[in-house]
Every structure is written in C-alpha cells, then in structure tokens.
C-alpha cells in the first residue's frame, strides 16, 4: 500500500449536504447545518456551513461561495477487536491485517466507553491518518 494514500478528495461546497464531511482548518469535520444564500442580482450564492470536528468535537463555520473547491476527508472504514485497556488508550488489532495499534477512547460517549472491552469488536474509521472507534459491533 505504501505511505502516498490520498487522505483527502476535492468537491465543490454546494454539492455538500447535512451529514457530509469537509475539512475545515486542516480537521475533518462532520456538517450539521448547511445553507445556501443567493445574494443580489450579480454575487454568486454562498454557502453557510456548521460542522463538528471529528476528533476535537469543536464547532467550526465556513461561510465561502457555493463553487469553491474544498477538501473531503477519504474515510476507510475497518473492523478491529480490542486487545487491551491501556487507561486513556486502547490497544485494538485490526481484523483484516492483524495489525495492532493503540487509539485514543472516545472520550465524548459515554456509552460506547462502558462497551470498549477487551475482545469487543469495533468499527473503526481512517481519517486523514488518525483512527477513530465509531461503534461496537454487537456479538451475533
């Protein structure tokens, strides 16, 4: 595979919709709200984008004419099963490459921390580089 993977695609902001991903200050975030704006007679519509950042949960706006070029994280979604709980990390091996890394919990559900146990499996995203666990799958 190597280490030239992309991380990022282009896309123009009026084609984005709720639920979408854009990058945002270099951090990948999810849209929450998006309008579009035309104003007068001769500008061209703009976009007013609200976003969550995926890994710092900080809110963050874009207001930019709905024909700018703006960057869309690539997220590889994978399935990986926890080795350890190592305190602020867990220790998860990935269930396709057996590869094991350390990622940080996720810190902002409470719910989805009380089912990171050793053995539970989990779906994990790449985005731009970082892992991130999105949700335990149920055993069955």
Not at 35 to 64: M, N, P, R
Not at 73 to 94: F, H, S, T
Not at 105 to 113: E, I, T
């Amino acid at each position: 595979m190597g280490c030239s993977t992309v991380s990022v695609n282009y896309a123009t902001l009026g084609e984005l919709k709720k639920g979408s991903y854009i990058v945002i200050d270099g951090e990948p975030c999810r849209i929450v709200e998006i309008t579009k704006a035309k104003t007068g007679k001769h500008g061209s519509a703009k976009a007013h984008v609200v976003a969550i950042g995926v890994f710092s949960g900080s809110k963050k706006t874009l207001v930019a004419p709905v024909d700018t070029r703006v960057q869309v994280p690539i997220i590889e979604k994978r399935l990986g099963q926890v080795l350890a709980d190592m305190g602020d990390m867990l220790q998860v091996m990935d269930m396709e490459t057996y590869d094991t890394f350390e990622i940080e919990k996720p810190d902002d559900d409470p719910q989805l921390l009380q089912k990171l146990q050793p053995g539970a499996t989990v779906e994990y995203w790449i985005i731009m580089g970082r892992p991130k666990i999105i949700r335990v799958r149920s055993s069955g």
